[in-house]
Every structure is written in structure tokens, then in C-alpha cells.
DNA sequence: AATATAAATAGTAATTGTTACTGATTTGAT
DNA sequence: ATCAAATCAGTAACAATTACTATTTATATT
């Protein structure tokens, strides 16, 4: 839709990367997926455009998930399923983000805050975690 | 209560400081408060009590903010409140945790996966930031 | 009480993910 | 084609955390 931005190609090709995968990847992950196809590229440059992308609104953080932040370029907010074991990163879908009405006022009173978002991860086992469990 | 529990003298002010907190204090923070008292304390045994502690289940991570791990004392499961500009985390009350029933069988189906928990954060301004704020 | 055994610690070094810096390259506008 | 601004590679710096080792402290046994 809006595919000419004006990226530089690196810049489009690590984008292109993070929005065409749902495991929510790390700096490292981007990094390693690329750099055959792009032999020049530098990790550097993967975390500064991922810090671009995040100033743009165009990606977010999931968080730092076994010493490791992970990204996600999906801006609706939704809930995600993280499996303890392989830390793998799982969409919910969106429907599974809701806070009851009135909550948000009752928790900005709680708090004495402004409240902008929230953010719902769900823990456990993932299946091929699960089975090989003790 | 329980106050005797064959900790050592460190690791029993460590815990103490720790849990009669409600700042979810990093280990930096619990070591800056303890290291006047306990002159030979080292910040390594704040990290391995820490884990310790996350391992006996006496103490959770609330996760890593602004890169440094926060930790809570409080085992209730509950949600918390984070200023996205000073990083002071605040406990919302337990009676906010509620996910309704029959999501977590839905999200297990949704993501082929076990739920063992959940949790919830509320992010925004603090009072005393959105009354700095430009 | 003395001694043996295990656990905990201080202090330091090593590791790891991330960020900052610098000089070279690329890009976009003229 | 030219030039200023943006982007980049490569490396160094950084900060949080973990690992290691020698020493100290606690616990158990006699």
C-alpha cells in the first residue's frame, strides 16, 4: 500500500524483515537473517533503524525476553503468549486485549496517573515445549 | 510470620529490603540502600540473593525497564503501572488482574499452548511527570 | 570444644546485549 | 553532475549481569 517511504534499502530490507515474520524477533535475529542476502550489512545498523522504526511509530518493543529485546512490527495492540522454555513470542489476537470499561479510570485514580496503554502477555508452555517437559 | 528461616545476615537484609519496598527496586537500588549498613556487601550477592530468592519463590521479576530487571516481593499476582518517563513502577490492585473466564482456554487453543499465567501492565504519566511534561 | 563439610561471600574478571563514535559511502535535491 | 544531509560499516565503549576463585562463615559430627 504505502510500500515507496523512502527507505534507504537497508533500512527497507531490515523493515521488510521484521513485518514479514510473526516470531517477534530480536536485533540479532534481523541481523542474521539478512546479512547473506546483504553482505555488507552491520548489526549496528539493524538496532539504529530498529530504533528508527520505533521513533516512527512503525515497530514497538515486546520487551527484553531472555536478555533479549524483541520487536514487533504489528502496531494494533494485542495480547501475546510467551513460552517460558524457548521464549518463543506468540500473537493473541487483538479481541483478547480487552480491559473493562471503567478500569482505566479506576487504575489512573489508584495510581494518581495519566493512563496511555496497557499490555496483556499471557505464560506458559508452548506444544513442542510441553512435550518434551520432565 | 515466618521470620526465621535460616537465612544468612545478608541474605536476610537483602530480602528485608527487597520486600518492604513497594518501588520494585533493581539489585543497583537494593545494594545503594544496604551498602551503608553492610559495608562489605557486594553487589554480586544482591544478584545471586536475588535469584535465589526468584527461584525459592519468594520473589518475581517484574521485567527489565530501561535496562535494569525490576524485582517484587509480592507473589499475589496483580498488575502494575509504569511511567514511560521516570520508570517507577506502582502496584495496581489484585482485583484488576481479572481476565475472564474461558479466555485462557481460548488463548490456549489460539496459540497451541499450556497458560500458566498472565499479566497486565498499565503504562502512562506519573503525577509528577505529566505535571513536568512540555 | 575441635574438626570436617558445605554454603555463602567479596572482589574481580568475563560476558553479553546495546549504544556511541568516526570516517567513508550513499542518497536526494538542486 | 554536484553537494549537503542522511546513512552506513566497523570498531570501541558501555552498562547490566554472570561467572569465577579464593576466603570466610555457618552447620554438622564427633
Redesign the pocket.
Known sequence: MHSKR??????EA?YETLSSTNIHP???WVYEKLKTE?P??????V??????FKEMGLAKSIG?IN???RFDAVMTPHPHFICRKCYRIMDVPKGYNIIERSVYGNVERECDATIEMHSITFYGLCRSCSEEEP
Chains 1, 2 share one sequence.
Do not use: P
Open positions: 523512502n527507505f534507504s534499502a537497508k533500512r531490515i530480536s536485533a540479532e546483504l555488507g550489512l552491520s548489526l549496528g545498523t538496532y539504529r533503524n530498529l530504533s528508527v527484553v536478555g533479549q529485546e
